[in-house]
């Protein structure tokens, strides 16, 4: 119990502070965007990185969710085989699709950190903010790593109890229960 | 050995096509068979940024598009688009064919995963526009939409307006919209939008060039034997008078087809544009010198330039 | 032929497994790369960066939290109210305004469950008070839900648009028709089943009040305004539109409806970003995959397939329309429709099917899609938010399948629908 709670704990903390970047990742990219719509129209002066660095800050948004995504089974996924399952052999199919999604997203996190050490090795920087390349690169690296400790993080929990199973309705159902309430 | 040559470009129906597809006939021709050819016109293998990444990475293995793309891989590329350097497109080919230059430009990517094979022009550099741009007065306070560089931005501002950057995928929506007011490219490229079912104007300032390069993959290049890698600078190098040949016909086209389409080609006067674009060239040269790499590179174009050059 | 096995197969497993989708794309590529092809792996992390990093999709971000931001503001409520109030006396006020609703919701989301969500909260109780049978309710709430992927703003289509080049623009304007049609289809069958009942009282307003309901529903309705004027204005191009909403739906719902604190508005950011990763994910892992496809040419061997099957263009969008109600049964419409639009614009482009055209076609049986057992997500959201079991809840959606559906052959076979310019 005390171990599976100090897990718990560290896993909202990694889930709180992801949020916090991702979600201001994505607030910022949402000011940018206005800040260069009204300085084109009303003053004349756009800002010539808006485009590249709000992209940059969505494709970073999306990337640091993955812990959570993965973590939860929130990924959209085609569930066919699932309800014909008894409730035990679910537990199971879980357990094995997270430590292969683990293992599939290490082998995949592997590969984008050698292109990402080839970018920074060529330091190469982008057309228009000339933001170095391992920035903007290193996103795909830290989804594949963060759904790699995601995956390994279900996987024990899996092991251990349920709980992780029947987690939830799929987000786009849970965003549109909480908005209308 | 047998090998496989991915031939891969943005577009279709241009000068960038028309490339790919000669360049993979003559190669086949050539290499009798040891080179396989697959063409990827129209941005099947992804953007330009994807494809020259492909390049690095060894999952493409010949593309060829502009070398505005290749700043970020290094600054230096930006020296084909430079306004206020040649007399015109014919002087900017003898330039791009220089020995001196071109040992020293198709070079600049090669420690980045790139060799350059040759170089060639998409076009002469001009605006299409919502308004009638006759004189350099009529573009004070427009909005145009260039692309990110500093010395396209520069020469923008140059002419009184804003510099404007909108994505790629949204121009013909802006211009339509009067989200902005023109954009700065090459009538060729005009035509293959159908700007003319947009916007009714084109001045033709031909400040400058939009280069082109060729290049192939390092990863893939170093697997060849010798004889191939020569024959395949070689075909390069005989290809590209063509391409030039290609290119301004088909520009010739475009102003023509233009005019066809009820749009108006218009000139600056005279005085106008040879006082535009002195200030453009000092601009520009106090930009690029700003930096002792790419002063470097300047003076090796310039070199090429006046050694060119007719008067 | 070892390489079709590989990408026909391979999938199919993972995904009837329960694998998720973006790692069943990414498997199935790195599979096929590594067997079949002289690529390194590293292009899989290359070409899913490339799969995200466009412009234009910036606006599946933003019109998600435009969608959100107003659904929290207390905007569907005024809407309803509004609508309530224009139906009347008439002896269906009720259904009409679920569906009238649906609409006008649809306007200003671009997501089915919230759709459902809004209207279903608001109006299953007064469709219950007003003697509908729990069936028809629940069916009729579900499904109209569906109209908001094919009312702009539509996520489906931002996708659609990213994968076949097509403009967004263009797509949204040829959604409108269609919409307003899915919604004239359901009006017909709830005209037929209030025919016993009788006019509803309740909600007759007041002349004054009347007016003040309609301007307290006109800033929420402003939005299509501010999106589509701020594009033909020049204010904004259709990517910027989308970020544009979001301010907007800010400055209502905050200072103009005072609904909704800061912090609910950083939780609708959280809300919006978690939503956005999970569909962004699959573009990208699609990415990837639709790059292995055309290298190995699978793209050319469906085409040639289907020209050797049939050349007659009504026998080949039929089959897609069937297809693709069966795809819409197992699967999310975000992912089949970035899975095979790759694969079906070619053949489509072929048979000179309009693109734009088969957008709207796509993104109508796809929001089918999303209200047909067994897995609909607007199903799963009148399940949480009714608690009637799913069996219960698809008995009510036969009725309104079969609709729908008739409407999608009509949109399927009458091009004009969607693109009226057709007519003149
Ligand atoms: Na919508
Ligand atoms: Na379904």
Same mark, same amino acid.
């Given at each position: ?181 | 050995?047998?090998?496989? +040559? ?44 994807? +494809? ?208 066809? +389409? ?50 | ?41 590293? /292009? ?8 995200? *990093? ?106 659609? =648009? ?47 009040? =009347? ?32 970020? /544009? ?28 970003? &978690? ?32 020209? =050797? ?22 699967? *999310? ?16 482009? &072929?048979? *000179?099917?309009?693109?734009? &055209? ?57 091009? =004009? ?8």
């Amino acid at each position: 119990m005390g171990e599976g709670s100090m897990m718990q704990r560290l896993s909202t903390f990694i889930i709180q502070t992801l949020d916090l970047l991702s979600g201001g990742a994505f607030a910022a990219a949402l000011l940018i965007n206005a800040a260069n719509v009204a300085g084109r129209y009303l003053f004349h002066s756009p800002i010539f990185w808006a485009e590249e660095v709000t992209t940059l800050l969505i494709i970073w948004s999306v990337c640091l969710m993955s812990y959570r995504l993965t973590l939860r089974g929130e990924n959209l996924s085609a569930e066919i085989l699932k309800p014909l399952l008894p409730h035990s052999a679910q537990r199971w199919v879980a357990f094995g699709l997270a430590a292969a999604g683990t293992a599939l997203c290490g082998y995949f996190a592997f590969n984008a950190y050698l292109v990402v050490e080839l970018v920074a090795r060529f330091s190469q920087v982008t057309n228009v903010a000339e933001i170095p390349k391992q920035y903007v690169n290193g996103s795909i690296l830290a989804a594949f790593v963060l759904a790699c400790l995601g995956g390994m993080t279900r996987s024990l929990s899996l092991l251990v109890s349920d709980k992780l199973l029947n987690a939830s309705d799929p987000v786009e159902v849970q965003e549109a229960l909480a908005g209308s309430k | 050995q047998e090998f496989t +040559m991915k031939l891969a470009t943005a577009t279709v129906n241009d000068v960038q096509t028309e490339a790919i597809k000669r360049f993979a006939a003559r190669v086949e021709a050539r290499s009798e068979g040891r080179i396989k050819t697959e063409l990827y016109p129209a941005a099947q293998l992804g953007s330009n940024a994807r +494809m020259i990444e492909g390049l690095q990475f060894g999952t493409v293995e010949f593309y060829t598009g502009p070398a505005a793309y290749l700043v970020g891989v290094d600054s230096r590329f930006q020296v084909t688009d430079l306004p206020a350097i040649f007399e015109d497109a014919r002087h900017a080919q003898r330039v791009f064919s220089d020995p001196t230059f071109r040992e020293t430009f198709l070079n600049l990517g090669t420690d980045k995963g790139l060799v350059g094979l040759g170089t060639y022009i998409y076009g002469n550099t001009a605006f299409a526009t919502a308004f009638p741009g006759d004189t350099v007065e009529a573009f004070n306070g427009k909005k145009l939409r260039v692309l990110a560089s500093k010395v396209e931005r520069k020469g923008v501002e140059l002419m009184g307006a804003t510099a404007v950057p909108i994505d790629f995928s949204e121009v013909a929506t802006a211009l339509q919209q009067g989200t902005v007011d023109g954009m700065k490219s090459s009538p060729p490229a005009f035509t293959s939008l159908k700007l003319y079912d947009i916007v009714k104007h084109i001045t033709a300032t031909e400040d400058g060039v939009m280069g082109e390069v060729m290049m192939v993959s390092k990863i893939w290049w170093d697997t060849l034997p010798e004889d191939l890698q020569t024959m395949l600078r070689e075909e390069a190098t005989a290809l590209e008078p063509e391409l030039y040949d290609y290119v301004l016909e088909d520009q010739a086209n475009a102003y023509k087809t233009w005019e066809e +389409m009820g749009g108006t080609v218009h000139y600056l006067p005279k005085e106008e544009r040879d006082a535009l674009l002195s200030e453009m060239r000092v601009a520009v040269l106090e930009l690029l010198n700003d930096d002792p790499k790419t002063a470097e590179m300047l003076a090796v174009l310039l070199d090429a330039a006046d050694r060119t050059a007719t008067q | 032929m070892t390489l079709i096995a590989i990408l026909g197969g391979l999938p199919l497993l993972l995904l009837i497994v329960g694998l998720p989708i973006y790692l069943v794309l990414l498997t199935t590529a790195s599979v096929a790369i590594m067997t079949q092809m002289s690529v390194p792996a590293t /292009m899989v992390p290359q070409i899913m960066f490339g799969g995200l *990093d466009k412009f234009a999709l910036l606006s599946v971000p933003f019109f998600i939290f435009a969608g959100e931001i107003m659904s929290r503001g207390g905007v569907s409520r005024r809407i309803v109210n509004c609508i309530l109030m224009l139906c009347g006396g008439l002896k269906s006020a009720r259904p009409m305004t679920a569906i009238g609703a649906s609409e006008f919701f649809g306007a200003v989301s671009g997501s089915s469950p919230a759709t459902v969500a809004a209207i279903g909260r608001l109006m299953y109780p007064s469709l219950r008070e007003g003697g509908y049978s729990e069936k028809f309710s629940l069916g009729l709430i579900t499904s109209a839900g569906g109209i908001a992927s094919v009312m702009p703003p539509s996520i489906l289509m931002i996708l659609y =648009a990213a994968s076949s080049e097509q403009s967004v623009t263009a797509l949204f304007a040829a959604g409108i028709v269609p919409a307003l049609l899915l919604g004239l289809v359901i009006a017909g069958y709830i005209l037929w089943v209030s025919r016993k009942m009788t006019p509803s009282t309740a909600n007759k307003p007041q002349k004054g009040e =009347a007016l003040s309901l309609f301007l307290a529903a006109l800033p929420a309705l402003g939005t299509p305004v501010v999106i589509l004027g701020g594009i033909y204005s020049g204010i904004f191009s259709p990517t910027e539109s989308a970020g /544009m909403a979001g301010v907007y739906g800010v400055l209502v719902a905050r200072f103009f409806y005072r609904e909704i604190t800061w912090r609910e508005i950083w939780s609708v950011v959280l809300s919006s970003a &978690h939503l956005t990763a999970q569909i962004l994910l699959v573009v990208a892992a699609s990415g990837v995959f639709s790059w292995v496809l055309t290298t190995s040419g699978v793209p050319q061997t469906l085409v040639n397939f289907v020209e =050797a099957a049939s050349s007659e263009p009504w026998v080949v969008l039929l089959t897609i329309n069937v297809f693709l109600l069966i795809v819409g049964c197992l699967m *999310d419409p975000v992912s089949a429709i970035v899975l095979l639009t790759p694969m079906l614009v070619p053949v489509v482009t &072929h048979l *000179d099917v309009n693109l734009v &055209h088969f957008g709207v076609i796509m993104a109508v049986n796809l929001s089918i899609g999303m209200f047909t057992p067994p897995f609909g997500l607007n199903i799963f959201t009148s399940h949480a938010l009714f608690g009637v079991p799913i069996s219960r809840i698809s008995a009510g959606l036969v009725p309104f399948i079969i609709l729908q559906t008739l409407a999608l052959l009509l949109i399927t076979y009458v091009p =004009a629908i969607s693109l009226p310019q057709l007519l003149f």
